[in-house]
């Protein structure tokens, strides 16, 4: 079993959609969950990050963490085509070590 | 402010070749990391520093040497070429890490070296 796992996609929506992208993880001592988006041809920049559970809010998006499922999302409002992208989860422990585990990505394609 | 800045873009090698890959940062970042990316296998850390000097592999090292002699460059050596390592390879760098200073501070990532070995 990975211990990030990730739906490579692609998905496809239309503009304006609501997008919903999700993680599940197997390690209980993960603390911190980012969000990278990843054009293409292009190296991840970060999105989004969080601490331990809960929602956090940024403009269109919103990253929520459930640790008691071990389960993160990221949601995209109105979604653009600007928003074509790979999008991956990331995660790391609270201290000590310098390992983040990235999901594999998820391909996401916003039509006109 | 160039960021972190990888060459070459693209190389293709024999088996067997020896190259090296630049990474260089203008941030004056403590951590710099080297990953590379597979499709479907997200990415895999290969070595990191946490300062000039200092060096550690990472999940995936055998292959690969690094060296760390000044804050701003991170190279990454391929000694003998081996078409396992065909795969996109990335640099990023972090300003610092610690128990309580995590948040603000992402990993900046170059845009790639993408590399074949035939």
């Known amino acids: 079993q990975k211990e990030v796992e990730q739906d490579p996609g692609p998905l496809s929506v239309p503009e304006g959609a609501i997008v919903s992208l999700n993680c599940t993880y197997s390690?209980?001592?993960?603390?911190?969950f980012m969000w990278y988006r990843q054009y293409s041809r292009k190296g991840p920049e970060l999105l989004m990050y969080?601490?331990?559970?809960g929602n956090k809010e940024d403009g269109r998006f919103t990253a929520q963490v459930d640790k008691s499922s071990k389960y993160i999302s990221l949601f995209i409002r109105d979604s653009q085509p600007s928003d074509s992208a790979t999008y991956l989860c990331?995660?790391?422990?609270?201290?000590?070590?310098?390992?983040?585990?990235f999901g594999a990505g998820t391909r996401l394609f916003v039509k006109a | 402010n160039a960021g972190v800045t990888q060459t070459p873009k693209f190389r293709i090698l024999k088996i067997g070749q020896s190259m090296t890959l630049q990474c260089t940062q203008d941030?004056?970042?403590?951590?710099m990391y080297w990953y590379r990316q597979d499709p479907g296998m997200g990415l895999k850390l290969i070595y990191y520093?946490?300062?000039?000097?200092?060096?550690d592999k990472g999940e995936v090292p055998n292959g690969y040497n690094v060296s760390r002699s000044t804050t701003e460059d991170f190279p990454l050596r391929l000694e003998l070429a081996a078409p396992s390592q065909t795969s996109v390879y990335f640099c990023?760098?972090?300003?610092?890490?610690?128990?309580?200073?995590?948040?603000?501070?992402?990993?900046?990532f170059g845009d790639g070296t993408r590399l074949s070995i035939l």
């Open positions: 941030m004056n970042h403590n951590y």
């Open positions: 990331a995660m790391s422990f609270n201290t000590g070590g310098f390992k983040t585990i």
């Open positions: 990023a760098s972090e300003l610092s890490r610690g128990p309580t200073t995590y948040s603000n501070q992402p990993q900046h």
């Open positions: 520093s946490v300062g000039a000097g200092i060096t």
């Open positions: 390690n209980s001592a993960f603390q911190y």
């Open positions: 969080t601490y331990s559970s």
